[in-house]
Antibody
């Protein structure tokens, strides 16, 4: 069964750093375009970043320069390193798989998410 | 950035009834529109992509239509498991991908 499982969320103070992870099973993450999407409490979904199968990355303007997406193919794991965290970064962070090998794609598999709370 | 607007925010419906959810884009997205279902504590699930194509294992009671700026998701006969949050997603213009705020289907 194909599955994505996020972990690593927690409570962190403003200005701090945190790395969340997403482990894939049932498929090779390195063959797919992988995304991070977040959802603040009571809010809609916000796309955060994408990692192409070829290694290219893009970020939302709200996190560019602070967040870095990467993967460890040997562990079939996607990471999101979050630095200089702000209260507005508080959200459930989901990883989501691109359906196609293109940026122009829906997301056909999601994890359950991991909650990141930025609070003093 | 393309703004996606869903209406209504909440819809109260009785099991067995049909329902139509709306999603509007601030500019044309062609047919690059997906619908997802989200239940509390669960992973979002892809229902529809390409505006009208059902994803794998999605029941036939779910159907999508529209193109350009106006889209609908129709559930023909609501089952108990269909009461959830639904949101649309445009992937025509990027970055960023953008999502609607969601429509919550609740039991009447």
């Amino acid at each position: 069964e194909e599955q994505l499982v996020e972990s690593g969320g927690g409570v962190i103070r403003p200005g701090g750093s945190l790395r969340v992870s997403c482990v894939a099973s049932g498929f090779y993450m390195s063959h797919k375009y992988m995304n991070w999407v977040r959802q603040a409490p009571g809010k809609g979904l916000e796309w955060v970043s994408i990692l192409y199968s070829g290694g290219g990355t893009y970020y939302a303007a709200s996190v560019k320069g602070r967040f870095t997406v990467s993967r460890d193919s040997s562990k079939n794991t996607l990471f999101l390193q979050m630095n200089s965290l702000k209260v507005d970064d508080t959200a459930v962070y989901y990883c989501a798989r691109g359906h196609r090998s293109s940026w122009q794609s829906d997301f056909d598999l999601w994890g359950r998410g991991t909650l990141v709370t930025v609070s003093s | 950035e393309i703004v996606m607007t869903q209406s209504p925010a909440t819809l109260s419906v009785s099991p067995g009834e049909g329902v139509t959810l709306s999603c509007r884009a601030s500019q044309s997205v062609g047919n690059n529109l997906a619908w997802y279902q989200q239940k509390p504590g669960q992973a979002p699930r892809l229902l529809i992509y390409g505006a009208s194509t059902r994803a794998t294992n999605i029941p036939a009671r779910f159907s999508g239509s529209g193109s350009g700026t106006e889209f609908t998701l129709t559930i023909s006969s609501l089952q108990s498991e269909d009461f959830a949050l639904y949101f649309c997603h445009q992937y025509d213009d990027w970055p960023p991908y953008t999502f609607g705020q969601g429509t919550k289907l609740e039991i009447k």
